[in-house]
């Protein structure tokens, strides 16, 4: 890859980010040798939370970067095989993987895509939920306010133990969420497919597959989706804890 124009869609500011493919820089962490990590959204600019896309290649393997955090992995192409309470979990594409903070887990792979969210898990007085693997195909997909042009899946148990949700969004071209939000909760989204614009405070981003955004609290967001195909993201949205006190400048 090379870039003659010094020109990018990438754009970082105070509340918000866009990250695009072509500029990615991988970085290999001594705890998963073999995986070329990209780090798209992390502490170090502001978010509570990071988002990493992760490249497996032959004799990969992964264990927690740290214990404090619950880890989310989607596999987007290839297959892996994850050790966490007591068990073996062999997975491919479009599984994905809920693990807890402060429990042991080792994700070994000889070729896999991933898409990681972690942070630190923010505990209540339920108990920490255990291990989940589900697949996409699995999870339903219902309108979301009851438009049909915007299905959601929800992708882990509607429960107040959890700290965090991690949702699907499939927009038919042409759609839109149906209003322009405002919320503390922080957000961190992958485009999985498709393409359309994204407002993001007040700029209004085209944005396509492989893209990456993070939005923080009380930004304000819409989307709307264009082409001719359907657009789908994932995204990481704080769940079930009241805000917490403001970062210091
Ligand atoms: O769950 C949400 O807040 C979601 N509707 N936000 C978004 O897609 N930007
Ligand atoms: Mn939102």
Redesign the pocket.
């Given at each position: 890859m090379s870039n003659h124009t010094g020109i990018t869609r990438s754009a970082i500011h105070r509340d918000h980010a866009l990250i695009t493919p072509e500029s990615h820089v991988p970085i290999v962490f001594p705890q998963w040798p073999g995986c070329e990590s990209v780090v798209l959204i992390s502490p170090e600019m502001g978010a509570k939370f990071s988002q990493m896309l992760v490249k497996c290649n032959a004799g990969a393997s992964m264990t927690p970067l740290s214990s404090a955090d619950e880890v989310f992995i989607l596999v987007q192409s290839g297959a892996v095989v994850v050790e966490c309470e007591g068990k073996n979990t062999a997975a491919q594409a479009d599984d994905f993987f809920f693990l807890p903070a402060d429990t042991p887990w080792k994700l070994t792979s000889d070729s896999a895509t991933l898409l990681l969210f972690s942070k630190p898990f923010v505990s209540c007085d339920l108990p920490q939920p255990g291990m989940l693997h589900r697949s996409l195909k699995d999870v339903p997909a219902e309108p979301f306010l009851g438009d049909p042009g915007a299905l959601l899946q929800v992708l882990l148990p509607d429960d107040p133990a959890y700290d965090w949700g991690i949702n699907l969004f499939e927009f038919v071209p042409g759609g839109t969420l149906p209003q322009v939000?405002c919320?503390f909760?922080e957000?961190g989204l992958l485009l999985l497919a498709g393409q359309g614009v994204y407002r993001l405070g007040d700029r209004w981003y085209p944005v396509t597959a492989g893209d990456a955004i993070w939005?923080g609290p009380y930004l304000l967001?819409w989307y709307a989706a264009t082409g001719k195909e359907n657009s789908r993201y994932i995204y990481y949205?704080e769940m079930n804890r009241p805000p917490v006190p403001a970062r210091q400048p």
């Amino acid at each position: 890859m090379s870039n003659h124009t010094g020109i990018t869609r990438s754009a970082i500011h105070r509340d918000h980010a866009l990250i695009t493919p072509e500029s990615h820089v991988p970085i290999v962490f001594p705890q998963w040798p073999g995986c070329e990590s990209v780090v798209l959204i992390s502490p170090e600019m502001g978010a509570k939370f990071s988002q990493m896309l992760v490249k497996c290649n032959a004799g990969a393997s992964m264990t927690p970067l740290s214990s404090a955090d619950e880890v989310f992995i989607l596999v987007q192409s290839g297959a892996v095989v994850v050790e966490c309470e007591g068990k073996n979990t062999a997975a491919q594409a479009d599984d994905f993987f809920f693990l807890p903070a402060d429990t042991p887990w080792k994700l070994t792979s000889d070729s896999a895509t991933l898409l990681l969210f972690s942070k630190p898990f923010v505990s209540c007085d339920l108990p920490q939920p255990g291990m989940l693997h589900r697949s996409l195909k699995d999870v339903p997909a219902e309108p979301f306010l009851g438009d049909p042009g915007a299905l959601l899946q929800v992708l882990l148990p509607d429960d107040p133990a959890y700290d965090w949700g991690i949702n699907l969004f499939e927009f038919v071209p042409g759609g839109t969420l149906p209003q322009v939000e405002c919320h503390f909760m922080e957000h961190g989204l992958l485009l999985l497919a498709g393409q359309g614009v994204y407002r993001l405070g007040d700029r209004w981003y085209p944005v396509t597959a492989g893209d990456a955004i993070w939005m923080g609290p009380y930004l304000l967001q819409w989307y709307a989706a264009t082409g001719k195909e359907n657009s789908r993201y994932i995204y990481y949205k704080e769940m079930n804890r009241p805000p917490v006190p403001a970062r210091q400048p």
